[in-house]
């Protein structure tokens, strides 16, 4: 098993148990693909959820650029459900798996057909 398999079998491990949820394996590695290298840096993997320009990060990279998500405050509320069902709490919230939520959210999967 490669490391990058590794880090998928960690991030659905972390939507059983922190989420409680049952991943889509198929999507979750696309999603985990489509972060590139930022899976294996240790600050990059993340998403800092407390730091506004990390927040800024995720709706204008991810849900602008990658979903193609027009601007709005449901972007913000979008976010702010998925830090909750991570857990407040939760040291690393991994940037898979919070993509992977926001992909689910909006319904959006087709984007990594």
Do not use: W
């Amino acid at each position: 098993m490669g490391r990058r398999d590794e880090l998928i079998e960690r991030y659905a491990g972390d939507l059983r148990e922190k989420c409680g949820v049952e991943p889509d394996m198929e999507l979750l590695r696309k999603v985990t693909i489509g972060c590139g290298p930022a899976i294996y840096d240790a600050d990059a993997c993340t998403v800092a959820a407390s730091q506004p320009h990390e927040i800024e990060t995720v709706k204008r990279n991810f849900l602008r650029g990658k979903l193609g998500l027009p601007d709005g405050p449901d972007l913000d509320s979008a976010i702010d459900a998925v830090m909750e069902q991570y857990g407040r709490s939760e040291r690393n919230k991994y940037r898979a798996v919070v993509y992977y939520l926001l992909t689910r959210h909006f319904g959006r999967e087709a984007v990594y057909a």
